[in-house]
């Protein structure tokens, strides 16, 4: 047999062909199991051994016998054809949102919140979608959007503040900051004494209509704050207080974080009127894939569930 040179590009209906040769060993019944006449199917056998390089078949007028060669890819045939019919029920599964992945970023507010829950919830409902988590504050989260390497996140900002276009913002709350305090030192303060301790806050970067909101809060008491230390992560400034560094204005689910030498406390009736809020969102991208936007939609039933 005159063979040329084999060739990777070969059409999966001459995998086809060649598999039911090889189960039946007779093209008659081979071809009858295709719905097709023989003489196609022996040129189709033909031209598959011309491009592969080998022969696959000993033919004689009473039997049709695998050569070595033929025999060897039988089986990862078998798994070329099952993973191509595959393709099809993945590729629906992925354009439904049942299976797929999502890139999510977080702040370390909404892991001490309802996050954990979340995650456990939407695995139990969806085990075909996997989620990667990124732990990153707003300013980094919204580069990653910028560069794609993000489908989704939780980000911390002032009230109806709105994510740089195009990305898309689901609300899911608005709280007053809590005040975080030392235990050493006197707990009972009038509301120029407060005001006046140091202040351990986020640097203005990563979050800015949030730090503006802490800011414009002293300067409408007439107060300049003294920023004692900056600090990125949440959790960093809680410790740094509960050093005794100075107070800090924190959101609600921080009194999740239990630290020796720290007291969480509602802001005294004297600052309470106009105090600093903070509002939890989740962005998307709007060309997101159908896994996100059902994790989207099940972000926005949990928030309805908790109204």
């Known amino acids: 047999m005159n063979l040329a040179q084999p060739s990777a590009d070969i059409e999966l209906r001459l995998w086809r062909q060649f598999l039911a ?22 040129q189709a056998i033909q031209q598959l051994e011309r491009r592969l390089g080998v022969p696959l078949f000993e033919r004689t007028r009473r039997s049709v016998v ?39 970023g977080f702040v370390s507010t909404v892991g001490f919140g309802p996050l954990p ?22 300013d ?25 276009p195009p990305l898309q913002r689901l ?3 608005v709280e007053p900051l809590l005040l975080a305090v030392p235990d050493a030192g006197p707990q ?9 301790e140091p202040l351990v806050i986020f640097p203005r970067s990563i979050a800015p209509s949030l730090y503006d909101a802490v800011l414009a809060f002293y300067h409408r ?12 992560q949440m959790q960093t400034i ?27 406390r509602a802001l005294p009736a004297g600052l309470a009127d106009g105090a600093p809020r903070a509002e939890t969102s989740l962005v998307w991208l709007p060309d997101a894939a159908a896994a996100v936007r059902r994790f989207v939609e099940f972000v926005r039933a949990q928030g309805l569930r908790g109204a």
């Open 221 to 232: 008491h007439g107060v300049t704050p003294a920023i004692a230390q900056e600090a990125i």
């Open 238 to 264: 809680v410790n740094l207080v509960s050093a005794g560094l100075g107070v800090a204005l924190v959101p609600r689910a921080m009194q999740q974080l239990q630290r020796p030498g720290i007291t969480y």
């Open 21 to 42: 040769v090889a189960e039946t060993l007779h093209f008659g019944r081979a071809a009858a199991q295709l719905h097709m006449t023989q003489p196609p199917l022996t």
């Open 117 to 138: 829950g979340w995650l456990r919830a939407f695995r139990e409902a969806h085990p075909g979608i996997a989620v990667e988590l990124r732990e990153a504050t707003g």
């Open 171 to 173: 609300s899911l709350g």
């Open 140 to 164: 980094v989260q919204y580069e990653a959007f910028a560069q794609r390497e993000l489908d989704a996140g939780f980000v911390l900002h002032a009230p109806s503040i709105e994510p740089p």
């Open 188 to 196: 009972r303060r009038s509301t120029a004494q407060w005001l006046r």
């Open 66 to 104: 695998l050569t070595p060669a033929g025999a060897a890819i039988v089986e990862p045939a078998r798994q070329l054809l099952a993973q191509a019919a595959a393709l099809a029920v993945q590729a629906r599964s992925a354009a439904s949102g049942e299976t797929g992945r999502i890139r999510l």
